[in-house]
């Protein structure tokens, strides 16, 4: 199977599509630029759909559901939003079709035209906002704390399967407070909701950091943001968290009595991952024999593959095993699969569920099982041993445990080692162009020097990272004085 | 709080509205026929999905997505599904905005024109089946059990919060089988699935039937339903599995080769239910001082009210019994809250638990606990006891099951007592005039006269229940004869 996987040094941006196609996970649509996400990837969001959601939860937050449809004036009433989204936006223009006169099957029927044209939400602020204005009249409504898992529309001429796609799914938190240092703690405790799933369950490292001006969310006063590193050497955004400030509320007129009775406007956040996080997992662990799932947010955990032979009774008492196997690791609550499935061939299986990055592969056959023993095969090191039966599903619980860290840890070296610090102009563009990675520089703070270094080397600034250390130096290319290093790097 | 709600009697329309608005379950946006679902109505539609999502996993169905949008040409493709879904399509033509060059704002940009249309889904069989075409080859390749979780639009004129919406959320099961057989017992099965849901979880009892021609789903062979009855006689189609036979397989040209390298047509089925259901949930349970939650899916099951003193000490001993019954209901999986907000009263969280629905209040006062006892109140027959504090946990558990039980065989007299055999025409006339519900009677099976009794008297025939009986007699309307008495009755 392995066989017909490009790897990574032939080609990356293949090897990215291959494992995507070959391992199950999503594949083109008919439609322009949206994916079709198949069961196996599905069954991935899942996972991280239902993590995130117990941890939003946990930290106060509910539910809610606004419509996929927003009035094109809302879009125009806060001024750099609309700037930010104008130009993607799927426009909703009529309402009803018809047989065409002259027999060309269905058109759009010219007299069902909208009064005002419906844009498919890039993203919910304004709407929700508007709705917000009707929930909100003194402090004793707010804070509102509310997340909605949804759809979104941004109409992107160059897609990739999960990294950019003209839709895709996401949550997007909306939150509303009665003070700016209260939204500003709820900006900066998602940005950890979001760091904490991405090391703890995704095992992808992330930095924390503050965006500057230019590459700020649209509307924002400022965006948080969590930074992986791909093995290409790009960085990756995998999170922002939004500070809005009193943006929205202004512009939707969403004010409130404090205790004192003195009318304020409302301060308000957003936050929201996305199926990109897929792509960025894909590009975080796997390998050039296909996918490798970190156990935690892994659809299939682990997978029994049986050895049979021509001998009937020792088939049964190797499914007799299995089965036991698999109702003991279910207990422990254990995503397992017994692949009994006569059509395929054990090799056929051991590859397809290396391609697929199940963490944990357990042969068996009949002379396993004469001595009382497994293979166990683990996915990211691609290391098997002859393991004793007994005590199997402890071992295999812990190997899953052990599997999380290996993964993290290794993307975690690999990270810190592809940070690199550069105070020239030559060591900047070598380092880009060399090992690649996150490169802390000095920069003068302003948008201009970023613009050109961006034309320039097609390197932006990922982030100001928080707890920055402050450090007196010289902007690498204009030389004027900075007081901290930022990171930059080429990105997705 | 009940004060401001309409009862039943006055105006049925209007108390419903109320229950939804005031209930915090939805709103209307300013979307034209677009709601919103406040975070009370979501987490109840979270706890209808979580059961329903596990009951098809259950049946070995995963879940998966599609793109929102569908070009315009695939929806032709099926003759009969074009022609009813066209005229509730919401179009999107153009996909980027501009500033208006005369300053208005920002206009749609007339040189970002689509070559093709596309149309929001109002169902996905046609992008499923387009997908599905490259996903089969051959009979190994079969059964696909796939459902999907997403948002739908059709462009409703007259809407009603749940009930009839342009955008709604709902799940779509679409299946692909080799055999006709295997296809019809899918349809079947999912029919169960939806009637298991309805009557154990919702509490809500229900008829199992086939749809007539004329109601069957646009592009289905088959339409098999679930008919439920509301409190005012209306009945209202809870849920459809639709046997859609091999029709957009044909239109799609999807072809799988048998065992015997045979090639065929590949058989389908689609079943689905949307958030309507919330509807029909608060319609057949609900009262004249509020919401009625089945316990099972109710978004609190448990309430805890303390009735303060002036005495501190004392309320310190209702805050610490408060706390260890919060915590012994969370052990046993029963969803509480302990309402200690001191900006309200006692008799207002009353009204306003009352109002929500919510189906067990407890209250602690100081003199209660001295007495060893709590006053238990539950919403389903608005009676109260005062209970020993001694296995309260016990007591409130079983109390669940109980009204559970009770909501249902509830519903089930009030329906049972709702479908009246008749065999004249006045006889039908005046029991859809007088008393409504179910009008089981004789029709003689052509579309026409179908046709004619809806024009008539607004009834439709809602379903030929499985298992019928058959009964020879002459159709209410033309006196032709007929074979069995099938289910009319008016409908939302």
Request: proline share 3%; charged share 25%.
């Amino acid at each position: 199977m392995a066989d017909n996987l490009t790897s990574r040094k032939q080609d990356y941006s293949q090897w990215y599509n291959d494992l995507v196609l070959k391992g199950g996970l999503a594949e083109h649509s008919d439609v322009r630029g949206c994916m079709v996400i198949k069961p196996y990837g599905f069954a991935l969001w899942e996972n991280m759909r239902d993590v995130l959601d117990k941890m939003f939860k946990e930290t106060g937050h509910q539910n809610a559901y606004f419509p996929l449809f927003i009035p094109k004036s809302y879009l125009s009433k806060e001024a750099s939003h609309v700037e930010g989204f104008a130009k993607e936006c799927a426009v909703v223009t009529h309402y009803r079709l018809k047989n065409d006169p002259n027999g060309g099957g269905v058109i759009v029927d010219p007299e069902a035209k909208l009064e005002e044209e419906l844009i498919v939400r890039p993203t919910s602020e304004t709407i929700i906002w508007s709705t917000y204005k009707g929930w909100i009249q003194s402090y004793r409504d707010l804070p509102i704390l509310v997340n909605q898992w949804a759809n979104v529309v941004r109409w992107e001429m160059r897609t990739r399967l999960f990294l950019r796609t003209a839709e895709f799914l996401w949550q997007e938190g909306h939150t509303a407070h009665a003070t700016k240092e209260e939204a500003i703690a709820e900006t900066v405790q998602m940005l950890d909701v979001y760091a904490t799933f991405a090391e703890e369950y995704m095992a992808m490292p992330v930095i924390k950091g503050v965006k500057t001006a230019n590459e700020r969310f649209a509307g924002a006063e400022d965006t948080y943001c969590i930074e992986a590193l791909m093995q290409d050497g790009k960085a990756l955004q995998a999170g922002t968290s939004h500070f809005l400030g009193q943006n929205f509320a202004k512009a939707f007129d969403v004010k409130f009595a404090d205790k004192n009775n003195n009318i304020e406007y409302v301060w308000a956040t957003s936050w929201g991952v996305s199926t990109r996080l897929i792509g960025a997992l894909i590009m975080a662990h796997s390998d050039d024999e296909g996918l490798v799932m970190p156990p935690r947010i892994a659809p299939l955990q682990v997978v029994i593959v049986p050895i049979y032979n021509k001998d009937t009774e020792a088939r049964q008492k190797i499914d007799d095993k299995a089965a036991q196997l698999v109702k003991e690791l279910r207990a422990k609550g254990i995503r397992v699969k017994f692949d009994n499935d006569d059509t395929s061939r054990p090799g056929w299986k051991f590859a397809e569920y290396e391609l697929r990055g199940v963490p944990v592969r357990i042969a068996l056959g009949a002379r396993d099982l004469e001595n009382n023993v497994a293979e166990v095969a683990r996915r990211d090191e691609k290391t098997k041993a002859s393991t004793s039966l007994d005590g199997l599903t402890d071992y295999v619980s812990n190997l899953l445990d052990e599997i999380q860290k290996n993964m993290y840890n290794k993307a975690l070296a690999f990270r810190d080692a592809s940070i690199t610090k550069v105070d020239s102009w030559e060591e900047f563009v070598s380092t880009l162009d060399g090992k690649g990675g996150f490169v802390a520089a000095h920069w003068d703070g302003t948008a201009e020097t970023e613009d050109k270094i961006k034309e320039m080397t097609k390197a932006t600034i990922r982030c100001i990272p928080l707890n920055n250390e402050q450090e007196a130096g010289k902007c690498i290319l204009t030389g004027n004085p900075s007081t901290q290093r930022v990171l930059f790097a080429r990105a997705y």
